[in-house]
């Protein structure tokens, strides 16, 4: 038993995606969350700076005494796992690889697509992972960097989104794909507008699902599973992103963040 927190950061608020299915699958748990919403996008910047700020959210975190870290953000877990492996001595959970097990197991066909930042994209973090698992899975990567703003800007189910979905998976719906790995934060909230622009037949995989249960199997491991805790603290770097008002709508209630100053750590 250890009741101690769960960390949890991304560069933003959309990492509560996945803060939204650890809560599904570990409601005793106490989770501490970090969005940098003072230096979000993190998907369009070099491996080195997210490396670096990254490792200060962790820092950040251990200060809250988390006996976990999940990495919540695609571009992070793409291309900064290893590299903040080797810097803490803590366990530490990304999305990629939940999420290639999740497609490699839905796909039937054999055709899986990966859509991302350009930074999880440019890493091939999705492809290397999924073809390690079956060599034979042919994998389509597509870059949409303007999906992060669009949701951002609330205008996730709108003739905007839409429009820039079918322009971004225009080549995607060629390759007659069965399965598409939704490979950022962000994406999940476009869900309907991806399934609409991809078609029925499209099995979509969000990452976060995936993730929440290999957390869960993971403290079990450690025996570190919380008995009676339950609660979420929000922090973030910055309030300028209306983290309180886009975060309260998605989690269906009223969340409260302490800004803190992210530099010092
Ligand atoms: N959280 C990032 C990801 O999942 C998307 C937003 C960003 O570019 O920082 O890749």
């Not at 070099?46 to 870290?69: C, G, P």
């Not at 490699?104 to 055709?111: D, H, I, L, M, S």
């Amino acid at each position: 038993m250890d009741n101690g927190p769960i960390g949890v950061f991304d560069s933003g608020l959309g990492g509560l995606t996945v803060v939204k299915e650890l809560m599904k699958v570990l409601p005793n748990e106490d989770i501490v969350y970090f969005g940098d919403t003072a230096r979000i996008p993190y998907g369009t910047r070099s491996r080195d700076i997210v490396t670096k700020y990254s490792a200060q959210s962790i820092r950040f975190l251990l200060s809250k005494n988390i006996k976990m870290a999940v990495i919540a953000c695609n571009t992070v877990s793409a291309g900064s796992y290893d590299s903040l492996k080797t810097m803490f001595d803590l366990p530490l959970v990304g999305v990629i690889e939940p999420g290639a097990t999740a497609a490699v197991e839905a796909t039937k066909n054999k055709r899986i697509g990966v859509i991302g930042t350009t930074g999880t994209i440019r890493s091939n973090a999705y492809t290397y992972s999924i073809k390690k698992k079956e060599p034979e899975i042919s994998v389509f990567a597509q870059a949409c960097p303007l999906f992060v703003p669009i949701v951002e800007e609330g205008w996730s189910n709108t003739g905007v989104a839409y429009l820039t979905a079918e322009r971004y998976l225009r080549e995607m719906r060629k390759q007659q794909i069965d399965t598409l790995v939704l490979g950022c934060t962000h994406y999940p909230l476009l869900e309907k507008t991806i399934s609409s622009v991809m078609g029925s037949g499209v099995v979509l995989i969000n990452p976060a699902v995936n993730t929440a249960r290999r957390v869960s199997e993971l403290l079990s491991e450690m025996q570190g599973l919380n008995d009676k805790g339950g609660s979420i603290s929000y922090y973030v770097s910055d309030f300028g992103q209306g983290f309180q008002k886009i975060g309260s709508h998605f989690m269906n209630e009223e969340i409260t963040a302490e800004c803190i100053d992210i530099e010092k750590y």
